[in-house]
């Protein structure tokens, strides 16, 4: 059995590129949650005319969509991903959520996996009156300023 500094030495020369952690097969469990985030968007998607999703790694969930919306942007703050996101998705903004350089009031929907931290503001900026915001909140860290508010 390999100590504690052998497996951290491992963890951090893992290739986390397009978020694969494949290396963690057989290692790690997790679990999912009764509903499907792709479902819910991929329902949303068929119908929105602008879209934006809003870190969106290595943009396999939106290359993974039967249906997407004339006009689909993206943003990945992780420069490998948003490499890769862009081979996948024509229209990708290598920026973080904090400052998104698009118009006000410009989508009909946004969507974000698991953000870390949500930008309140600047989502309900970019979206227009009557717009949708979906996302699945997930994970240590996520949501904290909303789980702040609420407690």
Sequence with gaps: MRDFDQLVTEAEAAPIHGWDFSWLD???TEARPSWHFRERVAERAATA?????LSCG????LASLPHVPPVLVATEGYPPNAGIAASRVANVIATHDNELPLRDESFDLVTCRHPIMSWWTEIARVLEPGGAYVAQ??????GHE???WLM
């Design 137 to 142: 909140h997930v994970g240590a860290g996520s």
């Design 58 to 61: 290595d943009g396999a969930l």
């Design 26 to 28: 057989g290692r790690a």
């Design 146 to 148: 909303l789980t702040s």
């Design 49 to 53: 005319t602008v879209m934006l999703e």
